[in-house]
């Protein structure tokens, strides 16, 4: 049975919450920055205040001009060193996961194989790695993703057929949208997450085998909190972890 998107959620503290944005376009579109990718972060729904909004609104507060304006990574364009080194901290000291997957079109895709199609598979992997890791052990599991015009009715093509299981057992699932002028902290962090997964991912796919130093501070703060690949092709992709 295909899951409809929950307009309204309602999770308990032990629900594990993976919050997703997208970068760039899955029909590569953009000549500027030919990829697309989904990643964000995940955390326990009782530890989202302490570990994650709270500390990204008192960021904010300090340096970005009040816990109430939106960040967004694409809007900096010319951050000083005291930001920089400010979002380094957050994202090397906080608690929680880290996901994403990238594709660009240097990947060769069969015949019917759409790139979303690729991504969201890889993705559902992402999930699965880093879910069992995640402690108290989740009861059951929401998806929310950021709300845009052309991205829901993929999210629901995509996404909505999504089984988990935690310790042999199926846990009841939820699927969101949450719009954009929510401002919800925690899609804010997803958002920074995804970016630095394609520009690492873009970096990739014109030979720099360097990592970015964004990217450095999103997925290598440790191990057990960050999935990512970057797909180059289908038999074959790059990774988080540092060489």
Known sequence: ???????????????????????????????RFPLFGIGGCAIMAGAIEQVLRGPWRSMKAEHFGGPDVPLHASDLKTPTQPQLDALDRFFREQEFCRFGVTITPT??????????????????????????????????????????????????????????????????????????????????????????????????????????LDFKSVFHANPLWSSFHAIQSLGGQKEARPA
């Open 1 to 31: 049975m295909r899951k409809e998107i929950d307009r309204e959620l309602l999770v308990r503290p032990d629900c594990l919450m993976f919050f997703c944005d997208d970068t760039g376009h899955e029909d590569f579109r953009d000549p």
């Open 107 to 212: 990947c060769k895709l069969p015949t019917g194989i759409t790139a979303y199609h690729v991504v969201s598979r890889s993705l559902r992997k992402r999930w699965e790695e880093l879910t069992p890791r995640v402690r108290p052990t989740p009861t059951e599991v929401a998806f929310i993703f950021e709300a845009s015009e052309r991205g829901d009715a993929l999210v629901q093509r995509y996404f909505s057929d999504i089984v988990v299981t935690i310790a042999g057992a199926r846990v009841p699932i939820h699927l969101g949208i949450m719009p954009k002028w929510a401002g919800d902290e925690a899609l804010e962090v997803a958002d920074f997450v995804v970016h630095a997964a394609g520009r690492q991912g873009r970096r990739w796919d014109t030979g720099d085998e360097r990592f970015r």
